[in-house]
């Protein structure tokens, strides 16, 4: 059972799948992302929309919050500039380049062996990874599932985290003139993409901001940085070509 926040009123619409209360408001197709959940036969969704006109806050119309109907289990996410309310469906900015990172909650009263999978909305430019911080798994959901137990009355977010981003690529401070610099992760290495002078330099750092990789580009087109004892995670690289700076966070899984 789902119901819209809509813009000068203090009371809410409820939305049943018998009678539907359609706002005021005509809300275009968007992109964005479905996580779902699968326990048993039963199978819930959560919804990420994008828009250049969204928010990280409430956006009225757009976001729709959910009340619990009682499922074998039941998914939603917070806002980013969390408000204590569980949502179905979330508006966020358009991505940025940098990561998105949104809490995702479970709610199973009676536990056992649950699913996660993700879909795409119209686009399917996004990266989708998933995080567990208990087990510290991160899961690549736009090409995988991630399958794990949970407890008998689990209930609530601070477990499980969904890092978005666009796939693309771009500088701090891009020059249209310039040619694109992309900058991704593959396994345990980072791939550079781009034109750089001879002293342009690659720099990693952990999520906690120590440094763990710092040299010179050896090509001025492509180069691989290897990280083999990287643990899973999030790393912020930063390429300094002169006056040029890059940066980029990626996910190591």
Not at 4 to 30: D, I, Y
Not at 72 to 88: P, Q
Request: hydrophobic content about 35%; aromatic content about 10%; charged content about 20%.
């Amino acid at each position: 059972v789902n119901f819209t926040f809509t813009p000068g009123s203090s009371g809410m619409q409820v939305h049943n799948a018998t009678a539907t209360l359609k706002s005021t408001k005509v809300v275009e197709t968007r992109s964005g992302i479905a996580v779902k959940v699968k326990f048993g036969s039963n199978e819930n969704k959560t919804e990420i929309i994008y828009g250049s006109d969204m928010t990280a806050g409430l956006d009225p119309g757009y976001d729709i919050g959910m009340l619990s109907a009682g499922s074998a289990v039941e998914i939603y996410t917070s806002l980013v500039e969390d408000n204590g309310v569980n949502f179905a469906r979330q508006a966020l900015p358009l991505p940025d380049g940098e990561d998105d990172i949104i809490a995702v909650g479970v709610d199973t009263k009676a536990g056992g062996e649950v699913t996660f999978s993700a879909d795409f909305l119209n686009d399917e430019s996004y990266n989708i990874i998933l995080e567990d911080r208990t087990t510290g798994t991160f899961t690549d959901l736009s090409t995988d599932t991630y399958r794990i137990t949970l407890a008998a009355g689990t209930y609530g977010t601070g477990r499980f985290f969904i890092h978005t981003k666009a796939g693309t690529t771009t500088g701090t401070d891009p020059d249209p003139e310039m040619l694109d610099v992309r900058i991704w992760s593959y396994a345990k290495s980072i791939n550079i993409q781009g034109v750089f002078n001879s002293k342009a330099k690659a720099s990693v750092f952990s999520s906690q901001g120590s440094m763990i990789y710092d040299n010179f580009l050896t090509d001025n087109a492509f180069n691989t940085i290897d990280l083999p004892t990287a643990s899973r995670g999030l790393y912020i690289v930063i390429v300094v070509d002169g006056d040029d700076v890059y940066k980029q966070k990626v996910m190591i899984l």
